[in-house]
C-alpha cells in the first residue's frame, strides 16, 4: 500500500455522483449520492453485529431501573437471552431482528427501523454491539468476491473527508493504491476504514460511508451474484433510487 499523489484520481466519482438535496429538512441519502449511477448492480452489504451480554451479566436492580426509567427492552432482551442458552452464534443478522421486531427486510433497512420498533431507542445499544473480529472477517469475504471481478491490478483507497478534519490525521495521506490483499491489514494497523475502493479501469466501487451502518458495492451481474452468495456477507441487492439514510421512512 503505498500513497497516491494525484488525487485527480478520484475525480470522476465526485462528479458522477448524484447532488445530495439541499433544504432544511433531514437529508435524504441516495445509493446515486454515494456511488455513481453507472454500473449494472448495486449491493448493500449489511454491517455485522453481536450479541451484547453485559446488561444480562451485570443487570440493574429493580429499583434501579425504576429510577433510570430503564425499560425491559421485550422482546429483544428475550431474544438475546434465548440465543445464550441455546449456545447460537454471537452474530446477529439484521434479517433476524427484522423477523423479530416486523420490519420489513428490503433495500434501504437501517436501523433506525429496529429502534421505532422498541419501546427505548438505547435497547440497541444495550443488547447489539459492533464486533471487531466480525467486520475482519466481513473485509476478508468482500476481498474475497471483488477479486472475482475483473480489473484488479491497481486499485485506489481513499479515506474520507470527515476523517481527516482529526488533527492527528491532517497532513497524512489520503489517497492511496495497492493491492486487494493489502486492504484489511492496512485498514487494521490504521484503525480507520476507507471511504471508497475502486480500480484503475473503474469496473466496481466499493463505499462505506461514515454516517451509515452499511457498505455499498456496484459492479456487474457476476459481482452482485458473488455477494449475495456469499455465506459470511449479508447482502440485499439495491438501485441508484434506494435511500439508505437513517431517515428513510419504514415501507
Not at 462528479?15 to 435524504?28: C, L, T, V, W, Y
Request: hydrophobic share 35%.
Amino acid at each position: 500500500m503505498r500513497p497516491e499523489t494525484d488525487q485527480t484520481a478520484f475525480d470522476w466519482i465526485c462528479s458522477d455522483r448524484a447532488e445530495k438535496q439541499s433544504g432544511p429538512a433531514p437529508k435524504a441519502v441516495f445509493v446515486s449520492n454515494l456511488i455513481p449511477p453507472i454500473f449494472k448492480t448495486y449491493v448493500e452489504v449489511l454491517h455485522w453485529t453481536d450479541a451484547c451480554y453485559s446488561d444480562i451479566d451485570n443487570p440493574l436492580s429493580p429499583s434501579e431501573n425504576s429510577i433510570l426509567k430503564i425499560t425491559p427492552c421485550e422482546p429483544l432482551r428475550s431474544f438475546i437471552q434465548h440465543r445464550r442458552a441455546q449456545s447460537l452464534p454471537n452474530r446477529i443478522r439484521w434479517s433476524e431482528l427484522a423477523e423479530l421486531l416486523g420490519v420489513p427486510f428490503v433495500p434501504g433497512i437501517c436501523s433506525e427501523w429496529f429502534r421505532n420498533k422498541l419501546s427505548d431507542p438505547w435497547c440497541l445499544s444495550r443488547f447489539l454491539c459492533g464486533s471487531i473480529e466480525g467486520r475482519k472477517e466481513e473485509c476478508a469475504a468482500l476481498v474475497s468476491s471483488l477479486k472475482q471481478a475483473d480489473g484488479n491490478d491497481e486499485v485506489f483507497f481513499r479515506f474520507s473527508d470527515i476523517q481527516f478534519y482529526v488533527p492527528a490525521l491532517q497532513n497524512q495521506p489520503q489517497l492511496f493504491t495497492g493491492h486487494l490483499d493489502e486492504v484489511c491489514g492496512f485498514q487494521q494497523s490504521r484503525h480507520l476504514e476507507f471511504e471508497y475502493w475502486w480500480p484503475a479501469d473503474r469496473c466496481w466501487c466499493v463505499c462505506s460511508n461514515d454516517d451509515l451502518l452499511v457498505t455499498l458495492v456496484a459492479g456487474d451481474e457476476r459481482l452482485a451474484s458473488n455477494l449475495l452468495a456469499n455465506d459470511i456477507l449479508e447482502c440485499i441487492q439495491v438501485t441508484p433510487h434506494t435511500r439508505v439514510d437513517p431517515f428513510a421512512p419504514i415501507p
